[in-house]
């Protein structure tokens, strides 16, 4: 009885790296699935203004008067804004991925730099994404293949801004 079992379906799917061609693959294929599912293209950054603003107003502040959000946000709801779900979807689906792989950790912050890294960072993407409006996923993604001039545009942006990200980050934070 003291014998180890074997679980190959576990130790294939779950426990060693897939390929990059593998991710490649599947990524399409749900994005595919996505777009034939909902009708529109795969996005992440657009349902965080929303949230962002529907904390503000639960802190009191009247953003809805914004121009930004000219009244949206009274009509806004979570569960039918079809990017908001696919959010919630990304999360639970790496929380659920990490936990059947039994790879899910708290990791103790190593220094007060790598934190000042992490949010810089954060906040770095977070603007870059509202800038372009939209992420790596609608405004690369999803607009490469549509043929969209913004998604080369981004492309070489995204990557520019990665490789003076990397110096800043080796020169300051490590």
């Known amino acids: 009885m003291g014998e180890n079992k074997k679980y190959p379906f576990?130790?294939?799917?779950?426990?060693?790296?897939?390929?990059?061609?593998?991710g490649a693959v599947l990524l399409a294929i749900l994005a595919l699935a996505l777009v034939?599912?909902?009708?529109?293209?795969?996005?992440?950054?657009?349902?965080?203004?929303?949230?962002?603003?529907?904390?503000?107003?639960l802190l009191g502040i009247n953003a809805d008067s914004w121009k930004?959000?000219?009244?949206?946000?009274?009509?806004?709801s979570f569960w039918k804004d079809q990017p908001a779900i696919t959010d919630l979807g990304i999360v639970l689906g790496a929380?659920?991925?990490?936990?059947?792989?039994a790879q899910f950790k708290?990791?103790?912050?190593k220094s007060a730099k790598n934190v000042w890294a992490a949010i810089l960072g954060g906040l770095c993407m977070g603007i870059g994404a509202r800038l372009a409006l939209g992420c790596?996923?609608?405004?690369?993604?999803?607009?490469l293949p549509a043929?969209?001039?913004?998604?080369?545009?981004?492309?070489?942006s995204i990557f520019s801004g990665a490789?003076?990200?990397?110096?800043?980050?080796?020169?300051?934070f490590m």
């Open 10 to 22: 576990h130790e294939t799917f779950l426990k060693k790296e897939w390929s990059y061609s593998t």
């Open 36 to 57: 034939t599912v909902t009708g529109s293209a795969w996005g992440v950054t657009g349902p965080f203004g929303m949230w962002g603003g529907k904390i503000l107003q």
């Open 68 to 76: 930004g959000f000219n009244g949206a946000l009274a009509k806004y």
């Open 95 to 101: 929380l659920i991925s990490v936990l059947l792989a």
């Open 106 to 109: 708290i990791k103790k912050i």
């Open 136 to 143: 790596n996923i609608g405004s690369f993604f999803s607009a």
């Open 147 to 156: 043929f969209s001039l913004h998604g080369w545009l981004f492309w070489i």
């Open 163 to 172: 490789a003076v990200g990397s110096q800043l980050l080796k020169k300051y």
